[in-house]
Each structure stands twice: as C-alpha cells, then as structure tokens.
C-alpha cells in the first residue's frame, strides 16, 4: 500500500493502534476486542481483491517469524 496512505495516518491516531504497538500482538493472541475491526478497516477494505486474510506484524523479521509459526500451524 506504500508509505503514507490516507487510512493508515488516520489509524495510527487511535488508541487502539497505540496500545496493539505497544504489546506487539504478534500472531493475534489475546487481541484487543477492537482488533478485528481495526484491521478489517485499515487493510481488507483496501487489499487485492480475493486477499480475505492477513496478520499483522512489526518488522520484516517479525513477518518471517510469524510466516513459519502460521505454516507449522497449519501443517500440524
């Protein structure tokens, strides 16, 4: 989506957004109540179509970490 998209500087000014930075969710466990609809509004409503999926994550090692973990998820 690059760099500065309208919806994301507009999320990133709620304290919902700031306290998910601040715990570093991660693959999502014990989430906020607000995550669901935090993430449906900043990053589905504006993804590829038939993108229906996504997890959050901090940084690029994060990305990969979370990628293996999901993977072995669900290969078990």
Do not use: W
């Not at 500065?4 to 109540?33: C, I, W, Y």
């Not at 293996?68 to 998820?73: D, E």
Request: glycine content about 6%; some cysteine.
């Amino acid at each position: 989506m690059g760099y500065n998209h309208p919806v994301l500087l507009e999320a990133t000014q709620s304290d919902v957004l700031k306290r998910m930075l601040a715990t570093r969710l991660g693959l999502g466990f014990a989430p906020p109540m607000e995550h669901r609809e935090f993430v449906q509004r900043a990053f589905l409503d504006v993804a590829p179509k038939g993108m229906d999926r996504i997890s959050t994550a901090m940084c690029g090692t994060c990305s990969v970490e979370a990628a293996f973990k999901m993977a072995l998820i669900c290969h078990a």
